[in-house]
């Protein structure tokens, strides 16, 4: 089997930099990007059935409350099968860095119905449960940025808040309106105990910007315990910029580069408004991003040399289905919703031919390295790759936490 191509390594952590517990793990988008930054996993929980064997498949294995477990960076990750309502984490007290999660989209995306608060798969509150658990030293969270539309924005900064003060917590019967009245009151004094509060940010993303070759918004919130003096933490800067791809298209080193014949070739004209990328690498295409993996054998047909590449028939576009273009970053991997399974997943050959991108294809443009297996019909695999992290994606983040916490961590084992 061939590895990943140069353009996303799958990074090895020479050094742990902490420990960390991974919520709604899903595939493990974000549980294998927090890995890649030296966190030590703890635990991961997850709900559905063939995320959980994924995940067994390739990193994980059943949690044993009387075993040693997740001893080493590399040591297999703990994973509980099962409702994070009903996963009790307190015996992590004190044992924790980072909690981290990308929280279940359904209730704030338009495939979702986008019911918001009054989704019972709103599982904000549980990531809120888990903090006043373990006191973690930060907090990673993902979500769609259907979360900051108008509707849901009061909610959002709901949120927020209650971020900040977790242990100011809700109780029975109380509206959240009334929760969020008075935890503003409570932060209002800002004098709580540093220990028990946290300094939140957060920020809407393009995965495109941070090396993966996929346009994705997505919405990252991060939240440093206050006694850590970690209030002027800031996302990491973009590594990368539509400006620079349009200009290596403009003058052709990035054709040059794929070897691509001057038939398939397509000059971009650069507005006068188009910057220099400021030092920035180009967004990476799907063109990138499947480099080295050849057309699929046929349908249904797998590949001998790369895992889950295999053709699927049925492939065509209508409005609102249109094809990836191979030059462009892929569109938003989605989760199979609306009958589509993996969503708008049709790529446009250069030809102009159309087919179904293979499993595979997908997971690259999700940046998971070649070897991971996904458990589970075509349609499934595409599922767990849509709802999941993008890894390079969740890496830049969880590699900026790293750095920021690394001298309290180094300080508490007394290194």
Avoid at 174 to 200: M, N
Avoid at 225 to 247: C, I, M, N, V, Y
Avoid at 291 to 303: A, F, M, Y
Wanted: with cysteine.
């Amino acid at each position: 089997m061939t590895t990943q191509p140069a353009l996303f390594p799958d990074a090895t952590p020479s050094r742990e930099v902490g420990t960390s517990i991974e919520l709604f793990t899903g595939g493990g988008g974000l549980a294998l990007a927090m890995h890649n930054a030296g966190f030590r996993h703890l635990l991961a929980v997850e709900l559905e059935k063939r995320a959980c064997a994924t995940l067994r498949a390739n990193r994980a294995e059943e949690w044993d409350e009387f075993a040693a477990q997740g001893r080493e960076l590399n040591s297999p990750w703990p994973l509980i099968e099962g409702d994070i309502r009903e996963a009790d984490l307190s015996r992590y007290l004190g044992e924790v860095d980072v909690i981290a999660g990308g929280v279940p989209c359904q209730p704030w995306s338009l495939g979702g119905v986008h019911k918001g608060y009054d989704d019972h798969r709103n599982l904000w509150p549980e990531l809120f449960r888990t903090v006043r658990e373990t006191r973690p030293r930060a907090v990673i969270a993902e979500n769609v940025k259907g979360l900051l539309r108008p509707s849901f924005k009061p909610y959002y900064e709901y949120i927020l808040n209650e971020l900040r003060a977790p242990f100011e917590r809700r109780v029975d019967g109380e509206d959240w309106r009334d929760h969020d009245k008075r935890l503003r009151k409570v932060l209002a004094k800002d004098t709580g105990d540093a220990s028990e509060r946290y300094d939140v940010k957060y920020l809407t993303v393009n995965a495109a910007d941070y090396g993966v070759p996929q346009v994705r918004w997505r919405v990252f919130v991060v939240a440093f315990r206050r006694d850590l003096g970690l209030k002027d933490w800031e996302f990491p800067q973009p590594t990368h910029s539509e400006s620079a791809l349009l200009r290596a298209q403009a003058d052709g080193s990035y054709w040059d580069e794929h070897k691509v014949p001057k038939r398939y070739r397509q000059t971009p004209t650069l507005a006068g408004g188009v910057d220099d990328g400021d030092g920035t690498a180009r967004w990476l295409t799907l063109r990138d991003a499947i480099k080295g993996l050849g057309e699929p054998l046929g349908d249904k047909i797998e590949h001998p040399k790369h895992l889950h590449h295999y053709g699927w028939p049925g492939a065509r576009q209508y409005a609102g289905h249109t094809p990836n273009l191979l030059d462009r970053p892929a569109k938003t991997v989605k989760a199979g919703v609306h009958g589509v399974p993996g969503g708008e997943t049709v790529l446009k050959r250069d030809d102009g031919s159309i087919r179904y991108m293979t499993v595979r294809e997908v997971a690259r443009a999700m940046t998971f390295p070649d070897d991971w297996f996904l458990v589970g019909p075509r349609g499934e695999q595409m599922r767990q790759l849509g709802n999941a992290v993008p890894v390079k994606l969740g890496e830049a983040i969880a590699s900026s936490v790293a750095e920021a916490l690394y001298p309290h961590l180094t300080s508490r084992r007394g290194s």
